[in-house]
């Protein structure tokens, strides 16, 4: 039966690129149709039917296709198909052929390729076609990031990517490739017996932790997450750095893994978790904020996968099985709500013109829904209750937890990394009430600001969509857990069994508590406050007589505190004019946190091989009497080598 | 959910509620004390909260509901949280494995409301404030986190009713040091902040709700007695083995522990000045590593 639907999906979706370039209501019927078939599929298997898979008779590439449905695709399924829909939906007015009549229909295809791909990534089940589903994948997500190839500094985030992704691609061939030669074929599965293929664990590590995003490979993450058109950021964000995710837990649930793989996956995410969101504290662009808030978040989901390698590992401990639901619910979630952020920045940027925070603010009277909705993503990707980031990470903070409770040999590794996440927590805390505060709250700072207008529907209708799902997954986590238990299943399948664990349940019941609650309470205040009778007047701030919206906190001063913390790590440049003289004409602040990793240690080093290879190049100046002599010199140093003792 | 356990709530509620706004009045009837003066009655906040209630109140013109809204929601977090916490020998009304990071979380939430709010203003002042009070979180929450990773490690438990029954073990006293410093610290009082100073700039919880008046203030005051009761509850309850208690007993060393710890507040309010800012993390790591070497005599404690 899914294999039926998967049909319906694949005919949707490849019809669609056929037509998105010259219909765009066809297109977006087709991508909808193709997707729903998706979701229908992945929630089939979810749900209770078996395992899907499916051989051709016919031969690609010398091999016969293999595709394979299982729990773990199927969570992740869900994610790509429901995150492509709407994102669809979203882009017809985001990114329309009466704004950009250019990009638009080459951008519908594209989007097309990218969400068809993705679902073969998750279903190939042969090394070479997983290869070649990869490669269309990292191709069409190039080509969506470059959709406003006018800009250079689009053009740039492009080819960082471009160039970042085919580094992870050259591991995974290697992966790929070592692991055909080891088992005879290119066919995967569970393999659990040959020890020697335990250190291959790391060139997956590598590969798919670049396309995930995890410190310090994250390079390429930012700026092609900030330039990219917004719906293109939301599936970037949401769902494509967690084909890096998918990877890394299929792998590791198939192939036997090095005994230290939890403990470096724990400390990666635990480091990516803390050093991610310092950066995205740091950013002043509301969009490249987000961006580093992904690699805070795939720490998360990494620390929750570590747990679960090392519970794993330690005879099958319940509480790995807890930190992987945690990490894998955390997947759903963080699709969830950092789809529904950029959509909102999308809104902010539309609106706007935009994505410095410096120059925003007081847009809650001009984009009420806009506000409500990004603050609502924001509440739950601070992990929040009542939403659903906290439920994922609760979880996750459990499995810890209780590791530590039981003394079990993994103790060094989960003491610290709770207090990391913890850590982590309250500065994503902090960076996102800066974010919402600034660019929402207060008054206007510039009058593109003040000029803004409301999204419409297309665009309003996907975030209202994602914003019920944080809800959902955040008041009723027990609903999901079945499916969830599958998920985890079909990674380790000595944790198939169990209902969900009762403290989910009261966990539950808390939450809807929180939230009738807190509805109630503020609906109850703002009453009183009307009955007893309201008055408006300026912003006292201790008796200014006339506050002008310059004189609000910015978003630099708001992080200042944190980021000195880190400034060794940030390592801002600041362009500082000092106001001079008794009447001082003008005076600026100009601070940026460049991406250290790329412009601070990649950089260096690529001027050095630069530098380099162009004094080498010297020795090629097309001059033939010169290549004679090399050619002698290099016959003369080979004799001498044999001369000299080298055995023939 | 049974009637037994709805009236218990509210019960536990109305107790929380009512007995909250004592603690500011009792460490200001300390200080008042030490300085030698005569003071305003320990029923003082009570009455500020009555008249507050009825009073109307003035928004800035660039607040939206939120402004409103968040101190509400912060109220109900707080309240949720202090419900969370068991009450010695009458335990806790709600239970369940990880009910303390739910305790944790609450609070978290709680802070993210009052920092909207005080952002709400487009006040200078009250941005720094808020920006303060997250910023110093980071280090609060670690600490926190970690005095709970003590307590679940010394009692092989991971819910506060049974983390928080025997006595701490070998770390109690560093962990008392360090959950008296977060206590300070996470409700602004010296030398953190000084809730008396009338210099905006040097203030943190203080200049969030500058702009606030009538109800909302009302409900933001009284939200912050109830932090207040909650912190000095967990570090009683956190160090004294109430559990081996007699139930008078218990009851008598958790009120007294609670006097106890408020008449610390006041006086360490009246003997040491404000820290310079600049200061604030040091001390705050200082309570950090204080928790995480109760840490490890907890973990050493029990591998013997």
Known sequence: MPGLFLLVAATGLGASIAFGPRCARLWLGLTLVGTAAALTAALGVLTGTPEWTWRSGFLVGGEALYFRLDGLSAWFLVLVSVVGGLGAVYSREYWSDAHNPASAPRGRAWWSALVLSMGLVLLCSNGLHFLIAWEIFALAAYFLITLDRAQRAVRTAGWVYLAASHAGTVCLFAFFGLLAAHTGGWELGPLRDPGELKPLFWLALAGFGVKAGLFPLHIWLPSAHANAPSHVSAIMSGVAIKMGIYGIIRFSGWLPVPATAGWVVMGLGAVSA???????????????????????????????????????????????????????????????????????????????????????????????????????????????????????????????FDAATQRAASVWAALPAAILLAMAGAMALAGFAKAAAVVFLGAPRTQAAERAQECGGLMRSPMLVLAGGCVILGLAPMLFWPTLARAVGSWNPNWTAGAAPAPLTALSAAQIAVALLAGGAGVWLWRKVRGNGLRRALTWDCGYAGPTARMQYTSASFAGIVTGWFGWLLQPERQLRRPRGPLPAAASEFVRVPETVLERVLGPVGTCVMRVSETALRLQQGRLQAYILYVLAGLIAMGMLVLLGGQP | MSLRLILDLIARLALWLLLAPLLPGIINKVKAWVAGRRGPPVLQLYYDLARLWQKHAVLSTLASPGFVIGPAVAWVALAGAALLMPLGPAGSALSFRGDMLLLIYLLALARFCTAWAAMETGSAFEGMGAAREVSFAVLAEATLITALLALCVQTESTSLVTMLAPAAGAGAVLLAAGLFTVLLAENCRVPFDDPNTHLELTMIHEAMVLDHSGPPLAVILHGAALKLLLFSLFLTEAVLPLGQLSTLAATGALVGGVLAVTVGVGLVESLLARLAFRRVPLLLTTAFLLCLFALLMAWKGGAE
């Not at chain 1, 978040?297 to 679960?308: M, S, T």
């Not at chain 1, 090392?310 to 789809?339: E, P, T, Y």
């Not at chain 1, 013109?353 to 509440?379: H, I, K, N, Q």
Request: net charge positive; glycine share 14%; proline share 2%.
């Open chain 1, 274 to 400: 803390v050093l991610g969101i310092a950066f995205a504290l740091a950013q002043n662009d509301l969009k490249r904020l987000l961006a580093y808030c992904s690699v805070e978040n795939i720490g998360i989901i990494l620390v929750g996968l570590g747990a679960a390698l090392l519970g794993r590992a330690q005879g099958n401990a319940a509480w790995g099985r807890l930190a992987l639901a945690g990490a894998l619910l955390h997947v759903w979630n963080h699709g969830a709500f950092k789809s529904l952020l950029f959509f909102g920045a999308g809104s902010v940027v539309q609106a706007t013109g935009t994505r410095e925070m410096s120059r925003l603010g007081g847009l809650w009277r001009a984009l009420p829904w806009t506000t409500a909705l990004f603050a609502l993503g924001v509440l739950a990707v601070c992990g929040l209750p009542p939403l659903n980031g906290f439920v994922s990470e609760w979880l996750v903070y459990l499995g810890l």
